[in-house]
């Protein structure tokens, strides 16, 4: 697609259930990155992902957390075991390379509450 | 570690006036970039203007421009001529030519009254 593209927009789960956040970066772009943002927060960086690196975990806030990204492209932030402090829009984001522009292109995030 | 700073939660504006936004950073670095994203209602972060760390000219884009004051690490946003849809939350953002990740202020909300 021509641009990042997130799913879904919306989540709303109940305590203690898991979710999948799915992002799916601008092809080409080797590096991918996932934020949180809580409600009228900054962003707060999660983890990194640079082709085939190990990416870079160490904003995970818990071992609740975790991430991957499969072929390179797609990638899935899971949550397990969610609680009412994960509720917050979870952005991705994608670039070319750290070297290039340094720009990010993000997407347009996933809302999840936990009820 | 970098951090960004962003000392004005909020800020307002009349419409055609001038608005500067401001941003610090503290890094030991040389080689870096600097940003300033815009974020509406939308949710969608959107890159308003960019700075390379070895640049001495500041950046301008149309009515965004930046003071770029390296040994003081400053990095303010000047909004010329607001607009109504230029309200939205700014954020100001660091990124070492050498580091993964970029880090970003708290974000600055701007109101712009008609």
């Known amino acids: 697609g021509a641009g990042v593209s997130q799913s879904p927009s919306n989540k709303v789960t109940e305590k203690g259930k898991d979710v999948e956040l799915r992002c799916d970066p601008i092809?080409?772009?080797?590096?991918l990155y996932w934020y949180r943002q809580s409600l009228g927060q900054g962003l707060e960086f999660l983890i990194y992902?640079?082709?085939?690196?190990?990416?870079?975990k160490s904003g995970l806030p818990s071992d609740r957390f975790s991430a991957e990204r499969t072929g390179g492209s797609v990638s899935t932030l899971t949550i397990q075991r969610t609680q009412q402090e994960d509720s917050a829009v979870y952005l991705c984001?994608?670039?070319?390379?750290?070297?290039?522009?340094?720009?990010?292109?993000f997407g347009e995030g996933s809302r999840l509450t936990v009820l | 570690a970098q951090t960004v700073t962003q000392s004005q939660p909020e800020m307002s504006v009349q419409e055609a006036e001038t608005v500067t936004l401001s941003c610090t950073y503290d890094t030991s670095e040389s080689d870096y970039y600097l940003f300033w994203y815009k974020q509406p209602p939308s949710r969608q972060m959107i890159l308003v203007i960019r700075?390379?760390?070895?640049?001495?000219q500041n950046a301008t884009e149309n009515r965004f421009s930046v003071n770029f004051q390296k040994a003081a690490k400053s990095f303010s946003l000047k909004i010329s001529d607001s607009q109504l849809g230029d309200a939205a939350m700014y954020f100001c953002?660091?990124?070492?030519?050498?580091?993964?990740?970029?880090?970003f202020g708290a974000g600055t909300r701007l109101t712009v009254k008609p």
């Open positions: 992902f640079q082709g085939n690196s190990a990416p870079d």
């Open positions: 700075q390379e760390a070895y640049k001495q």
């Open positions: 984001a994608s670039s070319l390379d750290r070297v290039n522009t340094g720009e990010l292109f």
């Open positions: 092809s080409g772009h080797t590096a």
């Open positions: 953002a660091y990124r070492s030519a050498g580091n993964n990740d970029m880090r």
